[in-house]
């Protein structure tokens, strides 16, 4: 596995962390359509349980010219509204729904950074 995908799943991996000391429960990760190339990194309910969550991980092992955050672009925020349609409707999703991003800038337990950007985008006001 390349390096960078190693530190992908380990900012997953510490992300999971975050979200469960923030009181979320975790419905899925990794999730992808049966029919898509785009997954879902995760998906949790809010501690309330009124709202369901995509959350995108986004991890740098450094500080770079560019915010893990800055990654989530126009053509990503599509791509994951097209993958949370689709599992809206499979699993008939009822609660509303908002989009956050995760952004750790770290590596291997050692963590520099990160953030929790609560409804980081509307992919609807694109």
């Known amino acids: 596995m390349a390096q960078h995908n190693d530190v992908g ?9 975050i979200l469960d000391r923030e009181g979320y429960i975790l419905i899925e990760t990794d999730w992808r359509p049966p029919r898509g190339h785009r997954d879902l990194d995760i998906i949790a309910y809010t501690p309330d349980r009124r709202v ?45 729904v908002r989009f956050d991003i995760i952004s750790i800038i770290g590596e291997d337990n050692n963590v520099e950074s990160y953030e929790h950007i609560v409804d980081a985008f509307n992919p609807n006001l694109l």
């Open 9 to 17: 799943k380990w900012g997953e991996r510490y992300a999971l962390d």
């Open 52 to 96: 369901i969550v995509f959350i995108e991980v986004k991890t740098r092992s450094r500080r770079q010219a560019m915010l893990p955050e800055d990654a989530v672009d126009r053509k990503k925020i599509l791509n994951l509204q097209h993958a949370a349609n689709q599992y809206i409707k499979m699993f008939n999703v009822v609660e509303e």
